[in-house]
């Protein structure tokens, strides 16, 4: 059912727990290289994702003290992605590979751990020549 009166028009920011922001923020910084937007002391710190924010903080409390959903960031070029954070001292789960076949695409995914242990994969859409 669609309720006229509700309008999402796009995700807005994501939330990912760090108990080192200081760590955290220079991962996402420095090794990912998102955009730095501010920070608040060592509490918070946001980034520019593609347009989304990604709010680093402490969980507020017990409950919200858990691993975080899985973020798929989009790459053009995966085994370069892949290669440059290796290099950069990157914890990778395992290389990329093939998960996918579409009618269009091959969709490649590579997983890979921030300095908390979080897990993010790159994600890459691999066209045919």
């Given at each position: 059912m669609n309720d006229p009166k509700i309008s999402i028009t796009r995700l807005g920011q994501i939330a990912l727990n760090a108990k080192n922001i200081p760590a955290a923020t220079a991962f996402y910084r420095d090794v990912l290289g998102l955009?730095?937007?501010?920070?608040?002391?060592?509490?918070?710190?946001f980034f520019d994702c593609g347009g989304v924010r990604l709010m680093l903080s402490v969980p507020s409390s017990p409950e919200l003290d858990h691993p975080s959903s899985i973020?798929?960031?989009?790459?053009?070029?995966?085994?370069?992605?892949?290669?440059?954070?290796?290099?950069?001292?990157?914890?990778?789960?395992?290389?990329?590979?093939?998960?996918?076949?579409?009618p269009d695409h091959e969709l490649w995914l590579c997983p890979f751990r921030d300095p908390e242990g979080n897990i993010l994969e790159l994600m890459c859409e691999k066209r045919p020549a």
């Open positions: 955009k730095h937007l501010f920070s608040v002391g060592e509490q918070m710190a973020l798929y960031l989009m790459v053009a070029d995966i085994d370069a992605a892949h290669a440059a954070l290796a290099a950069r001292g990157v914890k990778i789960e395992h290389p990329p590979a093939l998960t996918a076949r579409m």
